[in-house]
């Protein structure tokens, strides 16, 4: 690979063949038990399929933490003469590359998993969703598909069964909201990316107005370990309320920065202390878990194990699964401002919460961080982003101000004093 990403944790099950196979040698992967999972699914009832990943507990990876059976099974269920598969690998949440370290370190992980789903739900076409600017991964994915026709496990009649699936790689052209599934969706027809307004539901009425299945990378490549060893087997890692491991990318004010698989039984302060060797240069102010738009954890919360249920308590996530550490040297103005930029530059502009929002979000912070904000200032900034939370179309607008929210509700007097 060409990254310098280093892998910090040993026990793993998604990371095991990283650095280990080489991910453009299909070979390696088969002789580590690759596609046995796929082979055991032909065999299978399609409903037993789905069965057994809503019985393993699994959630989505990718920050909404849906039930992937349950999504699964709307498609499942829907009548129509073409159904459709989607990998979300648009991955432009900043600090996040987890994604890419899958698809660029073992492809054939992805690829099994895709057609084990695709195969459940009924899909005959699907796509992997790339983020244009990973050259690297595009490559590396449209190598290994081409291997994986090659040696009948995709394509035509797979394995010898009734079952074929088409698989090909779709470029995104660099806009973060192309996260969002229904502007990927849009994207992949060759529309400019930008959301629905929902209903319906892409497992319904997505692709092409025919059911669709989106799924990230990360959900996607547990699929043939839970087929391979069994629901029980997945709920028996980590919380029994949040079954499975999940990646985490540390980064920011930290010794070992890198990639980090683990249980969901653990808290953000064991990560950083047992994977990343600690705060580098101060004690630890805040983190932000789960990108740009992610939330604001205090020290406190940070030594906390937050599950899945114990995230919708509280109204966080852990969203793409990044931890980027700030110590205290770092201001909280000027992080929430550089995020505010970030924001008003990605938003698509199709919803005025959002367009309108951004704008005034980055100009109200500006005057923070030039000294001159006053309580008034602040008020009405709280209140623009309550606002936003609730009114834009799409998870843009209504988590941009998550970060915003929290270090008001946090820091409020270190923003006044600026």
């Known amino acids: 690979m060409k990254y310098n990403t280093k892998i910090l944790s040993t026990e793993n099950v998604l990371l095991k063949n990283i650095g280990i196979i080489d991910p453009l040698k299909i070979e390696e992967y088969v002789a580590k038990g690759g596609y046995k999972s796929l082979a055991k699914a032909l065999k299978m009832d399609r ?13 989505g990876r990718g ?15 829907a009548k129509a003469d073409q159904k459709y598969l ?13 994604d890419r370290i899958l698809m660029e370190g073992d492809p054939q992980q992805l690829i099994e998993g895709m057609i084990i789903a695709a195969y459940a739900i009924g899909a005959s076409k699907g796509f992997i969703y790339v983020r244009g600017e990973y050259r690297e991964s595009i490559k590396t994915l449209r190598t290994a598909i081409a291997q994986a026709v090659e040696k009948g496990y995709l394509g035509n009649k797979i394995l010898g069964s009734d079952f074929s699936f088409d698989l090909s790689v779709a ?9 969002e599934e229904t502007a990927l969706i849009d994207s992949i027809e060759g529309k400019r990316g930008e959301p629905r307004l929902k209903p319906p539901y892409p497992p319904v009425e997505g692709l092409f107005q025919k059911p669709t299945i989106v799924n990230n990378v990360e959900t996607l490549v547990n699929i043939p370990h839970i087929l391979e060893k069994g629901a029980e087997w997945f709920r028996n ?27 969901l039984n653990i808290s953000f302060t064991e990560v950083i202390e047992k994977f990343g060797k600690g705060v580098k240069d101060g004690e630890i102010k805040f983190a932000q878990i789960g990108g740009s738009s992610g939330n604001i954890f205090t020290p406190d919360m940070l030594g906390k194990v937050w599950t899945y249920e114990r995230c ?12 980027f550490v700030c110590n205290d040297s770092r201001n909280v103005v000027d992080h929430i401002l550089t995020v505010a ?18 704008h005034r979000v980055r100009e109200i912070l500006e005057k923070f961080a030039y000294g001159e904000g006053t309580v008034s200032d602040l008020e009405l900034l709280k209140d623009l982003c309550l606002v936003m939370k609730k009114s834009p179309i799409c998870g843009l607008g209504q988590a941009c101000i998550n970060p915003v929210l929290d270090a008001i509700e946090h820091y409020k007097s270190e923003i006044l004093a600026n």
């Open 47 to 59: 409903k037993e399929i789905i069965d057994t990943v809503s019985d393993s507990g699994l959630r």
């Open 63 to 77: 920050g909404a933490n849906f039930p992937t059976g349950r999504k699964w099974l709307f498609t499942y269920n």
């Open 86 to 98: 989607i990998c979300n690998a648009d991955e432009g949440e900043p600090g996040t590359i987890k």
């Open 171 to 179: 470029e995104g052209g660099g806009a973060y909201v192309c996260g």
């Open 237 to 263: 890692i980590g919380a029994s309320c949040s079954p499975g491991t999940k990646l985490f990318m540390l980064s920011g004010d930290i010794n070992e920065p890198g990639i980090v698989e683990t249980p």
């Open 312 to 323: 919708c308590e509280f109204k966080v996530s852990y969203g793409t699964g990044s931890i």
């Open 341 to 358: 930029e970030f924001f008003e530059h990605e938003s698509c502009g199709k919803c005025t919460p959002c367009r309108e929002g951004t």
